[in-house]
């Protein structure tokens, strides 16, 4: 119920119970638009495309341009120009578009401001991912998270570690997990755990390895696969540019392999490799229950060490709310008491 309204304002603009923006027009209470509508044209704005937006917030692609249509009609004008490759904000939507990230903002504070002061940890917790650690690490932290803070919901945003950065850079998330750090000004990490790559092929492809003493994987050179059918994750993957970074470091170019085909998921490169499709390097992490299982067979390579850390990032000159800063603050707990910020 709104309170305290002059009827006889044109406009007046404020935050209810349910985080509406209200307007009182002609004397009469009219619903203009909410946050969740304002979180959904950030994200086609920076996006540049309705069909990303949905993919990044979880909503089909027709829903998220409903709720576009909708803004416009309730602001009385196009707030996108359509009629572009790349939809492409208009002189409404730029002015949109720089107050809509601080109304978004102010809600941010206000919901942080209470929690604060009553020590509230609950609410919903949006988290981007780069696909190792979105599979193999999240799910026992946030277990063990909610464990604590039962009344915190989340989400998990699964892309490369560009994208991920990217989306933590641009304010979409507060925090991210990758397998590279975030060399960028604006960013910094915290390093959760270390990740070493192998090479995994289907248990009917014969590898020249020889075992090496104390190593629970046999040893393979790389030298002496590389007419070998390979696959390779797709560019931005933090795996395949830990792989490339090392064959350029060790052989001061990237060595020729007999590349067959890329692959844009965790998942699908296993499969396609338990298949017997090729050749690939991989985080042990991701592979373990198939080394078990004897679906996959893994090797350590011989002549290039993979060793990696995986991260935790976020905006070095934003103060995290209450909700994400504990969860930060846990994360570093749960991986290690000695994690390094940088």
Same mark, same amino acid.
């Given at each position: 119920?709104?309170?305290?309204?002059?009827?006889?304002?044109?406009? &007046?603009?404020?935050?209810?119970?349910?985080?509406?923006?209200?307007?009182?027009?002609?004397?009469?209470? #009219? @619903?203009?638009?909410?946050?969740?509508?304002?979180?959904?044209?950030?994200?086609?704005?920076?996006?540049?495309?309705?069909?990303?937006?949905?993919?990044?917030?979880?909503?089909?692609?027709?829903?998220? &341009?409903?709720?576009?249509? %909708?803004?416009?009609?309730?602001?009385?004008?196009?707030?996108?120009?359509?009629?572009?490759?790349? /939809?492409?904000?208009?002189?409404?939507?730029?002015?949109?578009?720089?107050?809509?990230?601080?109304?978004?903002?102010?809600?941010?504070?206000?919901?942080?401001?209470?929690?604060?002061?009553? *020590?509230?940890?609950? !609410?919903?917790?949006?988290?981007?991912?780069?696909?190792?650690?979105?599979? +193999?690490?999240?799910?026992?932290?946030?277990?063990?998270?909610?464990? %604590? +803070?039962?009344?915190?919901?989340?989400?998990?945003?699964?892309?490369?570690?560009?994208?991920?950065? @990217?989306?933590? *850079?641009?304010?979409? +998330?507060?925090?991210?997990?990758?397998?590279?750090?975030?060399? #960028? *000004?604006?960013?910094?990490?915290?390093?959760?755990?270390?990740?070493?790559?192998?090479?995994?092929?289907?248990?009917?492809?014969?590898?020249?390895?020889?075992?090496?003493?104390?190593?629970?994987?046999?040893?393979? @050179?790389?030298?002496?696969?590389?007419?070998?059918?390979?696959?390779?994750?797709?560019?931005?993957?933090?795996?395949?540019?830990?792989?490339? %970074?090392?064959?350029?470091?060790?052989?001061?170019?990237?060595?020729? /392999? =007999?590349?067959?085909? +890329?692959?844009?998921?965790?998942?699908?490169?296993?499969?396609?490799?338990?298949? !017997?499709?090729?050749?690939?390097?991989?985080?042990?992490?991701?592979?373990?229950?198939?080394?078990?299982?004897?679906?996959?067979?893994?090797? #350590?390579?011989?002549?290039?060490?993979? %060793?990696? =850390?995986?991260?935790?990032?976020?905006?070095?000159?934003?103060?995290?709310?209450?909700?994400?800063?504990?969860?930060?603050?846990?994360?570093?707990?749960?991986?290690?008491? =000695?994690?390094?910020?940088?």
């Amino acid at each position: 119920m709104l309170k305290n309204i002059d009827p006889e304002e044109h406009l &007046s603009v404020f935050v209810s119970d349910t985080f509406c923006i209200i307007g009182i027009i002609g004397g009469r209470e #009219r @619903r203009i638009m909410d946050f969740h509508q304002l979180k959904i044209f950030l994200e086609v704005a920076r996006q540049k495309s309705f069909s990303r937006a949905a993919e990044n917030i979880f909503l089909s692609q027709p829903t998220v &341009s409903a709720h576009i249509k %909708k803004l416009e009609d309730e602001v009385g004008t196009p707030l996108l120009d359509r009629s572009r490759r790349e /939809l492409q904000l208009t002189e409404a939507g730029k002015i949109l578009f720089q107050y809509a990230q601080e109304l978004l903002e102010m809600k941010e504070q206000a919901l942080s401001a209470i929690q604060e002061k009553y *020590k509230l940890i609950e !609410g919903h917790l949006d988290v981007a991912a780069s696909s190792v650690p979105g599979s +193999y690490l999240l799910p026992r932290l946030l277990q063990s998270f909610r464990e %604590k +803070y039962p009344g915190v919901t989340f989400s998990i945003l699964l892309r490369d570690t560009g994208q991920v950065l @990217r989306s933590v *850079k641009d304010y979409s +998330y507060d925090l991210g997990f990758t397998g590279e750090p975030g060399n #960028r *000004k604006e960013l910094g990490q915290a390093k959760l755990v270390e990740d070493e790559l192998i090479l995994v092929a289907s248990p009917k492809i014969q590898l020249p390895a020889a075992k090496q003493a104390g190593s629970s994987l046999p040893t393979a @050179r790389l030298s002496a696969c590389t007419n070998m059918p390979f696959l390779l994750r797709e560019p931005g993957s933090a795996t395949r540019m830990v792989f490339e %970074k090392a064959l350029r470091k060790q052989w001061g170019r990237d060595i020729s /392999l =007999n590349v067959i085909g +890329y692959l844009e998921s965790q998942e699908a490169i296993k499969e396609a490799a338990k298949a !017997g499709l090729g050749l690939t390097v991989i985080s042990k992490k991701a592979v373990e229950e198939e080394l078990r299982a004897g679906l996959l067979k893994g090797y #350590r390579l011989q002549d290039l060490p993979l %060793k990696r =850390n995986f991260y935790i990032v976020f905006r070095k000159k934003s103060i995290l709310p209450p909700l994400s800063l504990a969860f930060f603050q846990f994360a570093l707990e749960f991986f290690s008491n =000695n994690s390094q910020t940088t």
